[in-house]
C-alpha cells in the first residue's frame, strides 16, 4: 500500500512506495477537495494537457485502496477531505526563488516566458487558473517552470 504522511500544511507529503530492492521515497503534493463536483471537474480539466505545462496527475484518491483508512488520520482543517490528486511536487516555487535568490534581469524574462506559455497552453484548451500566483507557478526537477 501506500502511506500518505502530510506535514503540518498537508501540503507536502512523502509518497512511500517499496521496492525489492530497498524503500524509496518520492515527495509529492496532495490536492485535497471537500466535493465530488471539484474532484471531477480537476479530473476532466487536465485531460489534454501536457505535463510539461500542468503538473499531471500519480494517482487520485479513487485509485488508492486506502485513501478512506488515511483520510481519518489527516486533520486538515475545515475536513473532511473525501477526494484528492496525487502529484509529483516541484523543485520549488517562484515565489520562494524571488524571496531566495537574486533573480536577473535575463532569467526573469525567461520565466515570464515559459509562465506565460503554460498559461495559453491552458487557455488554448479552454482552461483558465483562477488561482494563479507566485506559489502556484512552479519550478520543476527538469528545471523548467
Same mark, same amino acid.
Given at each position: 500500500?501506500?502511506?500518505?504522511?502530510a506535514d503540518?500544511?498537508?501540503?507536502?507529503?512523502?509518497?512511500?512506495?517499496?521496492?525489492?530492492?530497498?524503500?524509496?521515497?518520492?515527495?509529492?503534493?496532495?490536492?485535497?477537495m471537500k466535493?465530488?463536483?471539484?474532484?471531477?471537474?480537476?479530473?476532466?480539466?487536465?485531460? $489534454?494537457?501536457?505535463?510539461?505545462?500542468?503538473?499531471?496527475?500519480q494517482e487520485?484518491?479513487?485509485?488508492?485502496?486506502?485513501?478512506?483508512?488515511?483520510?481519518?488520520?489527516?486533520?486538515?482543517?475545515?475536513?473532511?477531505?473525501?477526494?484528492?490528486?496525487?502529484?509529483?511536487?516541484?523543485?520549488?516555487?517562484?515565489?520562494?526563488?524571488?524571496?531566495?535568490?537574486?533573480?536577473?534581469?535575463?532569467?526573469?524574462?525567461?520565466?515570464?516566458?515559459?509562465?506565460?506559455? $503554460?498559461?495559453?497552453?491552458?487557455?488554448?484548451?479552454?482552461?483558465?487558473?483562477?488561482?494563479?500566483?507566485?506559489?502556484?507557478?512552479?519550478?520543476?526537477?527538469?528545471?523548467?517552470?
Amino acid at each position: 500500500g501506500i502511506d500518505i504522511v502530510a506535514d503540518k500544511t498537508a501540503t507536502d507529503v512523502t509518497k512511500k512506495t517499496s521496492s525489492d530492492k530497498e524503500e524509496e521515497e518520492d515527495l509529492v503534493v496532495v490536492k485535497f477537495m471537500k466535493h465530488k463536483s471539484m474532484y471531477d471537474r480537476e479530473i476532466k480539466g487536465r485531460k $489534454g494537457l501536457e505535463n510539461r505545462f500542468v503538473i499531471g496527475i500519480q494517482e487520485t484518491s479513487s485509485q488508492l485502496e486506502d485513501w478512506k483508512e488515511q483520510e481519518s488520520d489527516l486533520h486538515l482543517n475545515d475536513g473532511p477531505y473525501s477526494f484528492g490528486i496525487v502529484m509529483h511536487a516541484a523543485k520549488k516555487n517562484l515565489m520562494v526563488t524571488l524571496l531566495q535568490e537574486r533573480v536577473d534581469f535575463k532569467d526573469a524574462c525567461l520565466i515570464q516566458y515559459e509562465l506565460a506559455k $503554460g498559461l495559453k497552453h491552458m487557455h488554448d484548451h479552454g482552461m483558465l487558473h483562477a488561482d494563479f500566483k507566485p506559489l502556484n507557478a512552479v519550478c520543476m526537477d527538469d528545471l523548467t517552470w
